[in-house]
Nanobody, 123 residues
Framework: QVQLVESGGGLVQAGGSLRLSCAAS????????MGWFRQAPGKEREFVSA????????RYADSMKGRFTISRDNAKSTVYLQMNSLKPEDTADYYC????????????????WGQGTQVTVSS
């Protein structure tokens, strides 16, 4: 089993940047595919980005392409989400997720979730 702890959220002005981190503890994080999701107040959770355990394949939601970058450092058991050109509509709680079973990069099935970190983008 793996435990996930997100950090790096906060308040930023529109056009600004934030880098979220997801630290994994427990089993070796390199055994897990990782993903980022977000949930805005009153809305359903939505996919943001995913990265395979090797880091070789990445995927982004269309609205994040060109603005967000997912990466991982398996030596540090940490996954990052660099968010640039932030917009007020990016305001949400951001959650890190992990899965041990290898699935398609397009699958939304994850086994482990963090507690989330809040991102607020002011206009």
């Amino acid at each position: 089993q793996v435990q996930l702890v997100e950090s790096g959220g906060g308040l930023v002005q529109a056009g600004g940047s934030l880098r979220l981190s997801c630290a994994a503890s427990g089993r070796t994080s390199s055994r897990y595919d990782m993903g980022w999701f977000r949930q805005a107040p009153g809305k359903e959770r939505e996919f943001v980005s995913a990265i395979t355990r090797s880091g070789g394949v990445r995927r982004y939601a269309d609205s994040m392409k060109g603005r967000f970058t997912i990466s991982r450092d398996n030596a540090k058991s940490t996954v990052y989400l660099q968010m640039n050109s932030l917009k007020p509509e990016d305001t949400a709680d951001y959650y890190c997720a992990a899965r041990s079973i290898s699935r398609s990069i397009y699958s939304y099935e994850y086994d482990y979730w963090g507690q989330g970190t809040q991102v607020t983008v002011s206009s």
